[in-house]
């Protein structure tokens, strides 16, 4: 009996989850997730790519690492294999909950931790009627949303169900939050409604933090979080060009994110979750923010190399050996004194703001190899494994 990794594609956090696998000694197989056919019927199950059947595979496997990508793949997978008698990390119900960002807020909220204030309107911004007449409620969901957030701070629209700061909105105008309002067409990354929320006034950074729990084992919260940093833009999702530091975390956020885990894990014995939170700042800044962006370009400048690597085609054909020349590029960017003085300003900014933590969002899938586990020295794969086996162990 095995763990299965399953997933649409193997990118590079799959080949790292394979090469720590290795590593830790322990046995994967492999679940693809795309092009293949999962039947039912009066005969049983089975599950067949076009060129090779999988479903000993499957009926071999005790516990599935779930990988696939996409949020509505990673759902019906998780709850696929369920069904199929299979431990799950993470399991459909958590799945569930992360899928959608009102969803985690509102139970995240429920157990009193702090978020950003968030409002849900659930009509779309144009309904679609017969004959192609359509009937426009931009106007009527800015209205509810001004009553909510005033605009001058700041209205935050972003889709339900979306990742890479995709359809995250930024409005201070009533002209910018109707147009904006209307980009949320109902799609497979808003399914319905619009989500709005007060701007944070977050500074230049915001956190990424592991929380895991292994079955039989108390959950953890790694000691040390990734700051996604930069001016270029509010959302500072590490695929938008951000800059990645590492930032120690005091022991309140620490147990405070444990909390948060323990509560979107509930009822599961196993479960890893990237969380994002960032700090209402305002004024409370502690370096000259022209000084701070000289430093924010040095370093920009010594990530390059590291941006380059990342791209080099040797991740294709030799894994490993690319690993080694990427964490020794990191190892570089680490070591200049810009990196070291904008590590500091976080953790000194974290300091000062832990009582204006919010946490907005709760990844369930986070990618690592590249960012997370070079900023931070966490493997997320190592706890990812761990805890797959441990739901097959006990
Ligand atoms: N309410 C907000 N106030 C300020 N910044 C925000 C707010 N919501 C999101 N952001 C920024 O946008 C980024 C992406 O938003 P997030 O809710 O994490 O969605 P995604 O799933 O796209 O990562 C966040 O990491 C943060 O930097
Ligand atoms: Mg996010």
Redesign the pocket.
């Known amino acids: 009996m095995s763990i299965a990794l399953l997933y649409e594609r193997s990118e590079n956090d799959e080949n790292g989850i394979k090469l720590t696998a290795q590593e830790l000694g322990i046995d994967l197989t492999y679940i693809p997730f795309r092009k293949i056919a999962f039947a039912i019927s009066k005969n049983g199950f089975s599950a067949k790519t076009k060129g090779k059947d999988y479903t000993s595979v499957i009926e071999g496997t005790k516990a599935v690492l779930n990988r696939a990508q996409s949020k509505n793949r990673r759902l019906q997978a998780s709850y696929i294999m369920e069904m199929l008698g299979k431990k799950t990390l993470n399991s459909s119900e958590i799945e569930f909950l992360c899928y959608s ?1 009102l969803r985690t807020l509102l139970l995240l909220h429920k157990e009193g931790i702090p978020i ?1 204030k968030t409002v849900f309107v659930p009509c779309d911004a144009v309904d679609a009627m017969k004959g192609g007449r359509e009937i426009h409620n931009e106007k009527d969901i800015a209205d509810l949303f001004q009553q909510e957030i005033p605009l001058e701070q700041g209205i ?1 629209i ?1 889709a339900d169900a ?5 359809m ?1 909105m930024l409005s201070k105008t009533r002209d910018q939050l109707e147009a904006n309002i209307l980009e949320t067409k109902p799609s497979i990354i808003n399914p319905v409604g619009i989500v709005a ?4 006034q ?1 500074w230049f950074y ?1 956190l990424r933090i592991i929380v895991y729990q292994e079955k039989g084992k108390q959950p953890v919260c790694y000691h040390t979080a990734m700051a ?1 940093a930069g001016f270029k833009d ?4 590490t695929f938008l060009g951000n800059l990645v530091f590492h930032a120690k975390l005091p022991k309140a956020i620490q147990d405070l994110a444990v909390k948060c885990g323990q509560i979107l894990g509930k009822g599961n014995h196993a479960w890893i979750f990237a969380l ?1 939170a ?1 700090f209402d700042v305002g004024e409370n800044k502690n370096v000259d923010e022209a000084e701070l962006k000289l430093e924010l370009d040095k370093a920009g400048q010594a990530f390059l190399s590291v941006q380059k690597m990342k791209q080099d085609e040797l991740r294709l054909t030799d894994f490993a050996a690319w690993n080694a020349r990427l964490e020794h590029a990191f190892q570089v960017y680490k070591s200049t004194s810009a990196y070291e003085k904008i590590n500091s300003i976080i953790e000194e900014s974290v300091e000062r703001n832990m009582g204006a933590i919010v946490f ?2 709760a990844n369930s899938c986070p990618e690592f190899w590249e960012n997370t586990r070079l900023a931070t020295g966490l493997n997320v794969a190592v706890p990812l494994l761990k805890g797959a086996q441990s739901l097959i162990d006990s």
Do not use: A
């Open positions: 960002k950003p935050v972003k979306g990742t890479h700061g995709k995250i929320q007060e701007l944070i977050k915001d996604r509010f959302r500072t999702n994002d960032m907005h969002e």
